[in-house]
């Protein structure tokens, strides 16, 4: 399973909605195989990057590149087809539809039908495959969008806010996938949950209204909490 | 009143209803998933009889007449959705109503051209009568009534149990999402708004000979589909269905309790359910103002 | 006192213009502008301030018509009463109509009056035959008394009739873009929810103004009675409902000027290329579509903020436009 193709690298990117801007002058990197988080508070445009490098916002200047691909001015259904997908937050299933046939779906889009990488690492879907997305739980329904998402074989995974409210034993969990998924799946973590950052991440980015205000490298700092003096 | 009269009220009723959900169901499923009221299905619906009639006129056949129909209505509502709506998915509804009624205002126009303002009689495919509960029908009413069942049920099977079907539910929830999987959705939506026009052009060629096939029958069959789509909701498919008959009937029957009134009551029915729940009785809360 | 003067010489200056002009335009063609462009305020109106989208003018444009027409036909004589009987027919159609149509959201709006036109078509053809005389349509022409000062019965009369008429609506439209009312019908077209909860009430601001401008587009039927001596039910006839909306975006939909400006392309348009293309509703059909795809801010919204650097004219709210 190779994913090594290059990494993620975000630069001088600058978005707008309409007459408002949001982004300013964002560079990242997310090197191949690695887990770069991005913290900030609400509406400093964490999930602005992430739509962008998705390809549902147009930038309005600025590149996005995957290895030696430009992303900028692709459609998003392109975008995933590349191998890079994006986990929306706000645990987006879709409710009318059953677990069974959110993951047909994805399937159907990927041309990946072996769902036995879905269900190692979220072993709870198999019983709940029958079960409507909306009847499902908060954690169940991020298990089923990430779950979706590693159907197709991603090279990049655009997490936004996976753990947000979500039970503690839940977060371990996710915890634990992220870290199994690091090394041949490249991942962009948006998140607001500290500890699991610094369990996980190898970079991190710190983004205060629009702007990346820090940049951590070094994986000590990370691991000991030195991300909290950033915020 | 006696049975005679009632009995083929209720399957004219039915007969009108079946043309009215061929029409409502397009309009709704493009509403569902592309956020558009195609105001262009109308055109299509005109052409559908049109065509329907010409092959008709020119061949002296019947139910390939009303399938050419069908067909004409789909090719052109591809030409009109590669061309037109393709650009304008992301713009705001209104935007796309005022360009759909533009692309009926001129169809309607040039078929006036072609075939002038004279309204045209069309060659009904059978003529034969069947007894129901007593008193004659005519067969081709139940034949409509069938076809219309069968396309509700094609529909349901659709979106159901195939994969496109989970896709296009998938999307009328939330589109984004469905994009974000991979899935080419406007693929999606060319399919679902030739779908939608094909069945409106069925609806014409169907209409055709039960009416006077003329430039105006568009705009005509206008206060009946808007208030089944109003009533039934945007964007559900059962609701078309029950209010397509529910519509069908009170034309029908109100007709034969006082014959100038029958087009009006459909219309003070929408208006009194408006002012009850003011999405329809079905209908989703979707779209704010 | 300088400011009231540029506020009416806002007005009166194209209007001047376009009274200049009856010395080189036809006069059918310049009564047609004027009336025309009166009843596209009222689509203006809706859709650019208020934010409803209209394809049922023609109903309100026949509810004024045929005020005037039964008046006319069956009781008076005198042109003025029978344009302020329209006036009042229309007033209380829209009225009465608008207690339902207003609650509805834009899209629901929209088919609904479509379907309304549709229906006062079918209503004044067939339904009202007897008294509406069905497609024969009523003819009044001669029992139209002349009026003193400015004959209305006669076209060189009427012209300025209309066109004193339309200074007025100018007027009033204008003056409403300043006030606390035309304000808010501009937020409820964004906002419903913050204009209630500024204390406004919401439904009331837009009943009123669904009222006014549908009242307009009754009084352009009323003019159109009285210009021609006749009405008919083909003013209802619902193939003509695009017309006011595509002169609407064609002038530039919520400027002040665009109706002035858009039915005078429009109407140019139709009698010049009315010769050559065959069928004239094909062209505005396709018309509309083209505006719609190339930018939909129309001849005057185009222009307008061209206008307003040159000159730089003050303004009540920045938001509103002239």
Known sequence: MTGHDGALVVEDLHVAYGEAQVLFDVHLTVPAGSLAACVGRNGAGKTTLLRTIAGFLRPRAGRVRYGEVDLVGRRPYEVARMGIRYVQQDKRVFADLTVRENLRLASYATGDWDWDVVFRYFPRLKGLLDRKGGYLSGGERQMLMIGRALLGRPKVLLVDEPTEGLAPAVVEQLGQVFEELKGHTTMLLVEQNLPLVSRVADVVYAVKEGRVVAEITDREAIRSGGVEAYL | ?289 | ?322
Not at chain 2, 20 to 28: D, K, P, T, W, Y
Not at chain 2, 191 to 215: C, I, K, N, Q
């Open chain 3, 1 to 322: 006192m300088k400011g009231r003067v540029r506020w009416w010489a806002g007005i009166l200056v194209p209007f001047a213009a376009l009274a200049l002009g009856r010395w080189v335009l036809p006069l059918p063609f310049l009564v047609e502008v004027l009336i025309f462009s009166v009843y596209t305020m009222a689509c203006n109106f809706l859709l650019g301030r208020v934010g409803f989208i209209s394809f049922g003018q023609p109903a309100y444009l026949a509810a004024g018509a045929y005020g005037t027409a039964f008046y006319l036909y069956y009781f008076g004589r005198d042109p003025l009463l029978g344009i302020l009987a329209g006036l009042v027919s229309g007033t209380v159609f829209a009225a009465a109509v608008g207690l339902v149509f207003v609650r509805l959201r834009s899209d629901y709006f929209a088919l609904v009056n479509l379907a309304l036109a549709v229906i006062v078509y079918h209503v004044m053809q067939k339904v009202l035959a007897p008294i509406t005389k069905g497609d024969n349509g009523l003819w009044f022409l001669d029992r139209m008394r002349a009026t003193p000062w400015v004959d209305l019965t006669r076209p060189e009369g009427f012209v300025w009739f209309a066109w004193l008429v339309a200074v007025a609506v100018w007027a009033l439209y204008k003056y409403l873009d300043d006030t606390v009312f035309g304000a808010c019908c501009l937020a409820t077209k964004t906002n419903e929810d913050k204009v209630k909860f500024l204390g406004y009430h919401d439904f009331k601001v837009r009943w009123t103004a669904f009222t006014l401008a549908n009242a307009t587009a009754a009084l352009a039927g009323s003019l159109y009675g009285v210009y021609f001596g006749f009405v008919s039910p083909e003013m209802a006839s619902a193939a003509r409902a695009a017309d006011p909306v595509v002169v609407t975006i064609l002038g530039g939909t919520g400027t002040l000027y665009g109706p002035l400006v858009g039915s005078l392309a429009y109407v140019g348009m139709k009698d010049l290329v009315s010769g050559v293309v065959g069928n004239w509703e094909f062209f505005v059909g396709l018309l509309l579509v083209v505006i719609m795809l190339a930018g939909e801010r129309g001849i005057w919204g185009t222009l307008e903020p061209w206008f307003r650097r040159r000159w730089a004219w003050r303004r009540a709210t920045p938001a509103l436009q002239e």
């Open chain 2, 1 to 289: 009143m006696d049975l005679n009269l009632w009995v083929s009220g209720v399957v004219y009723g039915l007969s009108m209803g079946s043309i009215f959900f061929l029409l409502a169901a397009g309009l709704s499923l493009c509403f569902g998933l592309m956020r558009i009221i195609s105001l262009d299905q109308l055109l299509y619906y005109s052409l559908g009889a049109y065509v329907a009639y010409q092959v008709n006129v020119s061949t002296g056949l019947t139910w390939p007449a009303m399938v050419a129909g069908a067909l004409a209505a789909g090719v052109l509502s591809w030409v009109v959705e590669r061309w037109v709506f393709y650009r304008i998915y992301a713009r705001e509804i209104t935007f796309t109503m005022i360009t759909s009624f533009g692309v009926l205002v001129a169809g309607v126009g040039a078929i006036k051209y072609v075939w002038g303002l004279v309204p045209r009689p069309m060659g009904i495919p059978v003529e034969a009568q069947v007894a129901v509960l007593g008193v004659n029908i005519p067969l081709y009413r139940l034949i409509v009534i069938a076809i219309a069942a069968a396309v509700y049920g094609a529909i349901q099977w659709l979106l159901n149990r195939t994969i496109v079907g989970t896709a296009i539910r998938a999307a009328v929830e939330d589109v984004d999402q469905v994009e974000g999987l991979g899935v080419d959705v406007y693929r999606l939506f060319t399919g679902t708004f030739v779908g939608a026009g094909v069945l409106s052009g069925l609806a014409g060629a169907l209409h055709g000979p039960l009416v006077m096939v003329d430039p105006q029958m568009g705009l005509e069959v206008v206060p009946f589909v808007f208030m089944v789509v109003i009533i039934g909701g945007l964007g559900s498919l059962k609701g078309t269905l029950v209010s397509a008959f529910l519509v069908g009937q009170v034309v029908s029957l109100g007709s034969l309790v006082y014959a100038p009134l029958a087009q009006m009551a459909p219309f003070a029915a929408m208006l009194l359910i408006l002012l009850w729940r003011p999405t329809g009785l079905y209908g989703s809360t979707l779209l704010r103002r």
